[in-house]
């Protein structure tokens, strides 16, 4: 009963505010300076990244460079080594060849095995010249 009763402002209609319409011409023109802004800084960030980009690859091509000679060289030592172990391991194999080992103790001490023939090759023409100077005095 002793509650507080709200009081009551005298009811007024609410009157509907007029809008002016604000230039939309304006508006438009200010977004379109944002967003040419905008592409203007993106584009501006990316020109940066590309130059640092250049000129990190600049400084790294040389050293690429020389790292490709280096390889190229490598690779044709190894092939020139591998020639070598190859013709190494060939005479390897046959200096310890059982098979072999008459053939090799020929070639290193000139002796012949007295069941082959010798066999001399002469030049025809030698001969000829030989046997003439021999008859002549």
Same mark, same amino acid.
Request: charged share 20%; no cysteine; aromatic share 4%.
């Given at each position: 009963?002793?509650?507080?009763?709200?009081?009551?402002?005298?009811?007024?209609?609410?009157?509907?505010?007029?809008?002016?319409?604000?230039?939309?011409?304006?508006?438009?023109?200010?977004?379109?300076?944002?967003?040419?802004?905008?592409?203007? =800084? /993106?584009?501006?960030? +990316?020109?940066?990244? *590309?130059?640092?980009?250049?000129?990190?690859?600049? !400084?790294?091509?040389?050293?690429?460079?020389?790292?490709?000679?280096?390889?190229?060289?490598?690779?044709?030592?190894?092939?020139?080594?591998?020639?070598?172990?190859?013709?190494?391991? =060939? /005479?390897?194999?046959? +200096?310890?060849?059982? *098979?072999?080992?008459?053939?090799?103790?020929?070639? !290193?001490?000139?002796?012949?095995?007295?069941?082959?023939?010798?066999?001399?090759?002469?030049?025809?023409?030698?001969?000829?010249?030989?046997?003439?100077?021999?008859?002549?005095?």
């Amino acid at each position: 009963m002793n509650a507080i009763q709200p009081s009551s402002l005298p009811v007024q209609p609410i009157q509907k505010r007029r809008v002016t319409p604000r230039p939309k011409r304006h508006l438009r023109q200010r977004s379109h300076q944002v967003m040419a802004i905008e592409a203007t =800084a /993106k584009i501006a960030v +990316n020109l940066a990244i *590309s130059a640092a980009a250049v000129s990190a690859l600049m !400084q790294l091509l040389p050293y690429h460079w020389l790292q490709q000679d280096k390889l190229r060289e490598m690779r044709t030592e190894i092939k020139q080594m591998e020639g070598r172990v190859n013709a190494l391991q =060939a /005479k390897f194999n046959r +200096n310890f060849d059982p *098979s072999q080992t008459k053939s090799i103790m020929q070639q !290193q001490s000139y002796r012949v095995d007295p069941s082959q023939r010798q066999i001399v090759i002469m030049n025809p023409d030698e001969t000829e010249t030989t046997s003439q100077s021999e008859s002549s005095p």
